[in-house]
């Protein structure tokens, strides 16, 4: 890939044109007819299913404009508690595809967990890429399965980021000029 995001391929066989004509090509990855597991993108990375299609004859280069198949999640985490882990509840985990097309998912199951991701000036996050028309519901923090208030439904190719705000149960804001903690660990107001 060059500094533009240009790619050149070079077939492992030639190709050619069966005529002279303007045509349409089409590439996909991953290349074979396959199924693509969510579960393990904590432990192996993010998993990707592109196709990408351009119009070209055999006198010039054919650019490809690939799209992403899959939806990735992102999971942003405010407030006081830390959080170790977040997962996706009640999600297929397998989609199947051919040619760069989804073409069914697997029956929902438990938990998908989610990679941490750590970037320099950006907060900590989730994110985890899972199939269009997924409908998510639940995430799991730290073994605690909450809802979400609305419903977010999976869009190919689109990133949809949920922030949650979450605090420690009796998690209190204290003012340090003018409150104190008591010795039973209430506030305590001077």
């Known amino acids: 890939m060059d500094d533009a995001g240009n790619v050149t391929v070079e077939p492992d066989k030639p190709v050619y044109w069966k005529n002279t004509q303007t045509a349409d090509v089409t590439a996909w990855y991953p290349a074979e007819r396959s199924s693509v597991d969510f579960m393990f993108q904590s432990r192996n990375g993010l998993t990707y299913v592109l196709r990408g299609i351009g119009t070209g004859n055999h006198q ?11 939806a990735k999640v992102r999971v942003v985490a405010k407030g006081k508690a830390q959080v170790r882990n977040m997962e996706m509840v009640n999600l297929p985990g397998v989609c199947y595809i051919e040619e760069g097309i989804i073409t069914g ?3 929902p199951i438990n938990r998908i967990l989610m990679p941490r991701v750590e970037r320099e000036g950006i907060d900590t996050y989730w994110e985890a890429n899972v199939g ?3 409908e998510i519901q639940w995430f799991s923090l730290d073994g605690m399965t909450f809802a979400l208030n609305t ?14 705000t979450v605090n420690s149960a009796g998690t209190q804001s204290i003012r340090l000029s003018t409150d104190s903690i008591g010795n039973n660990g209430t506030e305590q107001s001077q």
């Open 132 to 134: 269009p028309g997924v």
């Open 60 to 70: 010039s280069p054919v650019t490809l404009q690939f799209k992403h198949q899959l």
């Open 105 to 107: 998912q697997s029956l």
């Open 151 to 164: 419903p977010v439904t999976t869009q190919a190719g689109a990133l949809h980021t949920i922030t949650w």
